[in-house]
């Protein structure tokens, strides 16, 4: 499909665009910042109303952007996120000051960005578009330019992303280099054939490296602690959902599209990183003492179980991918907007703060815990329905020894999980009681919640969405 | 309401719950009170259903069903029969009772007893749901109440108890989802509906495996040696309510497990398993016997006899015949009611004196009479006097196991041997003797406590004097469970 006739099925990505332009406009000239967040967020809204489903799937620009269901989903996936994050980010205080404005507007940039990475059908546009959202990340890690952590976090995820790229980078001019063409399906074709197919299972290891990097699966998980821990606290939320949901979304679209045919090979490869992944994860969360670094082990374990499904890779697989994201986006966005709202509160990102928070502050003790209980995995709730789908994918596939490892896995987790509901109703409180939470953060904690329940008790609903 | 009793019966709690959610968490009165007529109501739709229960028909009952979640096809899939509905009953008595006993709770009430009834929907929800997906869901939810329940009310240790309990449990509940996944799979169509995977064949090597993955999620549950240790940790920190449910209805979703679930979809392996399974339970009763008769802490001996009595349960499992059937069933049900006292007697005793060492006590035969009474009524039943029901149970049990082996029979009655020994050491070191000075002012047991009490008593004397006023609701499920296991 040629230029003009594609940006008829584009116009969400161009209000976001566009909104993104105005949004940097507005903030030259409005003095309250509050009315840029606002107008970000009807932005966000009105992109998210012009999302429509194509009745079947579109190549837009010659093939370059390819619309379907999948990338469907990951259009609202990624508004979705960057909603939640913009109503967690209004009162985040460290962020109050002349650049403001700007936070927001590259929020809005790093929406269209992700919905690019989640169309991407060519190698060239897959290179660009995950640039577009590394670059986005690392200024936005780097965004309290005054904050020595901070700063050193974004230098710290520059230098391993920039890596990352390169090495993929160069697995990408390999493929180029065998079919002599950047559009997935080509590719794909040319790897079918004999003389490739041992090409096929180098390059896919560099694919490995580069979005290995971007869904913080083991070994290439290090930078993820210390920048989560040094990244403004909203950010942090971000960065454990969006990018590395969307991380998944090309993972998944190149390992089907490209690298089908020598699934066998790296279908081992990736169970074994699945295991390391959660293992690495489980283990090193268990003795810490930060929140934010607390749950970003946690989220590199939470990858972990995510690649079972992509280890197993049949249909059930797939979608066990798709579910365990949404799942994942609710409660791991929300464990983080109470770790925003009692950072803020507390002025502490220790664990320590968290003792007595049922007494201190009820609510949102209940909230977090629900959190906590749906990321370990205990039904009703969103995050059980996300495993589930991975166990009975990789049961299908008879993957025995993943799913016994992640069985084991998912009690060490629930222990770690168990340390903060633990702080927060068996010890007793060490301050006065916490002030209500400001009204974004406390409707997106509701959103999040409903969320965390209606996908825990009627999955129908979603899955008839993922399904169709 | 009369086609949906059990969803009633399964919510009523949740709705209490929620309605304790809203009331200002000062008026504690008010909390109290719609906990206990919640229990009171769900005791009475128990009733309710009890009259429309078919004792003679062997399938199941009062089913009800609805899609819950087509891409799986998982059902919300309710129904009873002679294997669930008495725990239904016992659940209902146990809370009920439970809850007068909680009214002594001091702290946090608003959110003991939320977590109180939260805690009996997952127990009446476990029993009734026919959904393998289902179950599981249920299973999980009477986790996590019970962690704050012991962590946050319970004794000294209670943080160390409270997570011991919940991870050995996850720990096996997680093996088990893995069995149901593969059970789902294997069956075509694939289906987490009971009704349909009764009927299906399936190969020897899978079911032993399958099998055991049911079988650690329900043997840590009951607990079988030597996945016990959680027990009496948790029994000991729990507070006294909360013991008596432990005592009385979780350990007894585990054997349901086995009623339910474990023998009927894999009777081949069943059969292959038993003479496992005997050895399992030789081992329970007796280590369980052994190790509670040196106990000098009242509540950790209580824990140890419930490993024992237990073991009577799965030995009535593993005999597999009409007697072993009946009698499991009917230990499952009368542990349910002595223990369940026993506790409560304990937790008499506990708030009074604050302690619950058996060599500090003595003579309080003469200070409490009426306790005394009480007590020794309740340890006469847990040792199988005739006439009470711990008697006709673990008779039947130890008829069927005799058909099955007489060797492992001969051991087993080693355990009824030492329950006599180590309850009748307890009633003479807390009950005669010198009256200890310290508890001289002890005063006796209250009425409501009585209360509590009597209903449970009313049930062992009945059931021990005619116990087919339970046995007939259980008899036809129980041989028709019987000809699925042997073909």
């Not at chain 1, 040629?2 to 000239?29: C, K």
Request: aromatic share 16%; glycine share 8%; charged share 10%.
């Amino acid at each position: 499909m040629g230029i003009i006739e594609s940006l008829r099925y584009f116009v969400p990505e161009l209000i976001l665009l566009g909104g993104a332009f105005l949004v940097f406009g507005t903030d030259l000239f409005v003095r309250n910042k509050k009315t840029v967040g606002e107008l970000s967020l009807l932005i966000l809204i009105v992109a998210a109303c012009f999302c429509q489903m194509p009745a079947q799937p579109l190549k837009l620009f010659y093939d370059m952007f390819h619309l379907d269901a999948f990338a469907h989903f990951f259009r609202y996936f990624a508004l979705i996120a960057v909603t939640l994050t913009l109503l967690i980010s209004y009162s985040y205080k460290p962020l109050k000051g002349p650049y403001e404005g700007e936070f927001y507007g590259l929020f809005l940039f790093m929406a269209f960005a992700l919905i690019l990475v989640a169309g991407a059908n060519n190698l060239l546009m897959i290179f660009l578009s995950v640039e577009f959202v590394s670059m986005i990340s690392y200024l936005l890690v780097g965004f309290l330019k005054k904050d020595a952590r901070s700063k050193e976090a974004a230098i710290k995820y520059l230098l391993f992303g920039s890596v990352a790229s390169a090495i993929m980078l160069y697995g990408m001019s390999l493929l180029y280099g065998a079919s002599g063409s950047l559009a997935l399906p080509a590719v794909g074709n040319a790897l079918f054939f004999a003389p490739f197919k041992s090409l096929a299972h180098i390059a896919v290891l560099f694919f490995f490296v580069g979005l290995g990097f971007k869904i913080s699966m083991a070994p290439f998980h290090m930078w993820a602690p210390d920048v989560y821990e040094g990244a403004p606290t909203p950010v942090t939320a971000f960065l454990t959902v969006a990018p590395k949901a969307l991380g998944f979304a090309v993972f998944m679209r190149v390992l089907s599209v490209v690298f089908m045919p020598s699934r066998a090979h790296w279908s081992v490869l990736l169970t074994a990183l699945s295991i390391l992944t959660m293992t690495l994860g489980n283990i090193t969360a268990l003795s810490q003492n930060n929140i934010k670094r607390f749950l970003a082990y946690s989220s590199i374990a939470q990858a972990g179980y995510i690649l079972m499904g992509m280890a197993v890779f049949s249909n059930l697989g797939r979608q066990g991918v798709l579910v365990y994201l949404l799942a994942y986006l609710f409660t791991n966005l929300g464990a983080f907007a109470v770790v925003t709202l009692i950072g803020e509160q507390t002025g502490s990102d220790d664990l320590a703060a968290y003792a007595g928070l049922s007494e201190r502050s009820p609510v949102t003790a209940a909230f977090l815990t629900v959190f906590l209980l749906s990321l370990a995995g205990i039904p009703p709730l969103a995050g059980f329905i996300g495993k589930y789908y991975v166990f009975a994918a990789a049961i299908q596939g008879k993957f025995i020894t993943l799913t016994v490892v992640a069985a084991v896995n998912s009690v060490v987790a629930a222990y770690y999980y168990f340390r903060i509901v633990r702080l927060m109703y068996l010890t007793s409180a060490s301050g006065p009681a916490l002030p209500p939470a400001p009204r974004p953060l406390a409707i997106a904690l509701g959103l999040m919640f409903a969320g965390v329940l209606l996908l825990g008790l009627f999955p129908g609903l979603f899955l008839s969405l993922i399904w169709r | 309401m009369a086609s949906h009793i059990l969803s009633w019966i399964v919510f009523t709690p949740l709705l209490g719950a929620f309605a304790v959610l809203f009331v200002p968490q000062r008026s504690t009165h008010l909390i109290k009170w719609i906990t206990l007529s919640t229990t009171i109501v769900v005791f009475g739709l128990a009733c309710v259903a009890l009259g429309f229960f078919q004792a003679s028909q062997g399938g199941f009952q009062m089913i009800e069903r609805a899609l819950w979640i087509p891409q799986f096809n998982v059902q919300y899939l309710l129904g009873t029969d002679g294997i669930s509905f008495p725990m239904v009953f016992l659940t209902a008595i146990i809370s009920l009772l439970a809850c007068l006993g909680s009214f002594g709770i001091k702290e946090r009430e608003k959110e003991y007893f939320f977590l109180y009834l939260l805690l009996e929907t997952g127990m009446m929800g476990t029993f009734v749901a026919l959904d393998l997906f289902l179950f599981y869901v249920f299973w999980e939810v009477v986790l996590v109440p019970m962690y704050f329940l012991i962590g946050i009310w319970g004794g000294p240790r209670r943080e160390y108890a409270a997570i011991k309990f919940f991870l050995y449990t996850l720990a096996g509940s997680l093996f088990m989802l893995l069995g149901i996944l593969g059970v789902y799979f294997a069956a075509s169509p694939h289906t987490f509906d009971m009704t349909q995977l009764v009927g299906m064949t399936r190969g020897l090597w899978f079911q032993k495996v399958v099998f055991l993955a049911f079988f650690l999620g329900f043997a840590i549950k009951v607990p079988i040696f030597p996945f016990h240790t959680w027990l009496p940790d948790a029994h000991v920190e729990a507070p006294t309510p909360i013991s008596v449910i432990l005592a009385g209805v979780l350990l007894k979703m585990g054997t349901y497990g086995f009623f339910r679930f474990s023998y009927p979809l894999f009777p081949d392996a069943a059969v292959w398993f038993q003479p496992a399974m005997a050895v399992l339970a030789i081992l329970g009763i007796v280590y369980g016997g052994f190790v509670a008769l040196a106990q000098t802490d009242f509540k950790k001996m209580v824990a140890y006899s419930s490993v024992s009595h237990m073991g009577f349960v799965l030995l009535g499992l593993a005999a597999m015949n009409a007697n072993g059937f009946r009698g499991a069933m009917l230990q499952m049900f009368t542990h349910g009611t002595i223990t369940g006292g026993l506790f409560l007697l304990v937790g008499v005793l506990y708030d009074r004196a604050h302690s619950r060492d058996l060599n500090g006590f003595g003579g309080l035969g003469a200070q409490m009479p009426a306790y005394a009474g009480i007590l020794t009524f309740f340890s006469l039943a847990s040792l199988g006097l005739p006439a009470m029901s711990g008697f006709v149970s673990e008779f039947l049990v130890l008829l069927g196991s005799y058909q099955y082996s007489k060797v492992v029979t001969g051991l087993s009655t080693l355990g009824i041997i030492l329950a006599a020994t180590y309850l009748l050491y307890m009633v003479q070191r807390v009950l005669l003797g010198k009256l200890n000075p310290k508890w001289a002012a002890l005063t006796d047991i209250n009425f409501k406590e009585v209360l509590t009490l009597a209903p449970l008593m009313v049930l062992i004397l009945a059931i021990g004097v005619y116990p087919r006023i339970i046995l007939d609701y259980m008899i036809p499920t129980l041989d028709a469970l019987l000809k699925i296991v042997k073909g």
